[in-house]
């Protein structure tokens, strides 16, 4: 039976006139624009997003996460993905996929035409995410999140005796 409140199809119109921008308050060069395309269906345990980097624009930061797997894939345009320490030119039809624990990925737009792109991934209760070029650790849960510098951190152990 069909949800009255969550529609199972959005059209593409719809999607093109909800887009919103938005950027990453740690980096100055993050500019993105798109939507969020699960929640508008009823998912609530896969993320799903429309995204769409300008020429010369970043997603993001510099990040991995310890909890949720997370995924892209290029439907036009050309980017810089940075995996790992590791830049690669991306572009229509390639796929990125990071498992966890995942590692550091970023995505940039050097280039002169927009970069168009589907992502997505797990949506968890919790999750952990690490920033290594800014020194931070992002602990989320639920809808509640903190920071915390990963300086700070101390072992704490052993965990088996």
């Not at 650790?137 to 052993?158: Q, T, W, Y």
């Amino acid at each position: 039976m069909a949800n009255p409140t969550k529609p199972n199809l959005i059209k593409a119109s719809e999607i093109r006139a909800g887009e919103v921008q938005f950027s990453h308050p740690w980096n100055p060069s993050s500019q993105l624009h798109g939507m969020r395309l699960g929640p508008l269906t009823g998912l609530e345990r896969t993320g799903v997003n429309l995204g769409r980097i300008p020429p010369g624009k970043e997603s993001f930061v510099y990040h991995l996460h310890h909890q949720e797997e997370q995924w892209l894939y290029i439907i036009a345009g050309k980017g810089i993905a940075e995996i790992d320490g590791a830049e690669y030119e991306v572009g229509p039809g390639d796929f990125m996929g990071f498992p966890t624990p995942s590692v550091a990925h970023h995505l940039r737009n050097p280039f002169t035409e927009d970069l168009l792109y589907l992502a997505g991934g797990e949506h968890r209760d919790m999750d952990v995410a690490d920033f290594p070029k800014l020194g931070k650790r992002m602990f989320r849960f639920a809808d509640k999140v903190e920071i915390h510098n990963l300086s700070d951190a101390k072992p704490f152990g052993p965990l088996k005796s």
